[in-house]
């Protein structure tokens, strides 16, 4: 299971080759991975990258249309990798169709920037096929972020947001 640094080193570097590329291609060879889709993901080809962050431990893609019109507000590709989830990173690979070498192959996505093309490929690897895509109009739809409390990575969250959060009766952590 990929923990918090890893998931943050990870949304950092994709933020890095992915801003400002457009979806090119999504594919999706099984609807199983998809948990929920507010926006179909075919609606999502074309828009671009505005960012790529962190949520909890969920990987969130910031997709603005080019246009404007109803397809002009943002749209979030948001991927939980669960326990053996699974992101392949290619860069220059467009004519050759990445797949997972062992488990399931849940999406490839194609991006293009510059003149550089970029392969992300999504697969799940353990027997227990956990890793989940939500497409959603706000990260805060998918139940596992709406749950998080305040990100304690965020530069916002200071001294002051800590202190108020222990003046609570609360439980930090569960077992």
Same mark, same amino acid.
């Given at each position: ?25 999504? @594919? ?12 179909? @993901? /075919? ?29 002009? /507000? ?17 860069? !220059?690979?467009?004519?050759? /169709? ?15 920037? !510059?003149? @550089? ?25 998918? @139940? ?32």
């Amino acid at each position: 299971m990929p923990e918090l640094p890893e998931i943050t080193a990870l949304a950092d570097f994709l933020d890095e080759q992915l801003s400002g590329a457009r979806l090119t291609q999504f @594919h999706l060879p099984s609807a199983f991975a998809l948990k929920m889709a507010d926006i179909p @993901h /075919e609606s999502l080809i074309g828009r671009t990258v505005e960012a790529v962050g962190r949520r909890g431990k969920f990987l969130v893609f910031e997709m603005v249309a080019v246009s404007q019109g109803a397809d002009a /507000e943002p749209a979030y590709l948001v991927v939980s990798f669960a326990k053996s989830g699974w992101l392949w990173f290619a860069d !220059n690979q467009r004519d050759t /169709e990445a797949t997972a070498t062992a488990g399931y192959f849940a999406a490839q996505l194609g991006f293009s920037n !510059n003149g @550089h093309d970029y392969d992300v490929t999504l697969a799940d690897t353990g027997t227990w096929k956990g890793l989940a895509l939500f497409i959603v109009r706000q990260p805060e739809e998918v @139940h596992g972020i709406a749950e998080l409390g305040p990100d304690p990575l965020d530069p916002a969250f200071g001294l002051e947001q800590f202190s108020r959060l222990l003046t609570k009766r609360q439980q930090v952590k569960g077992s």
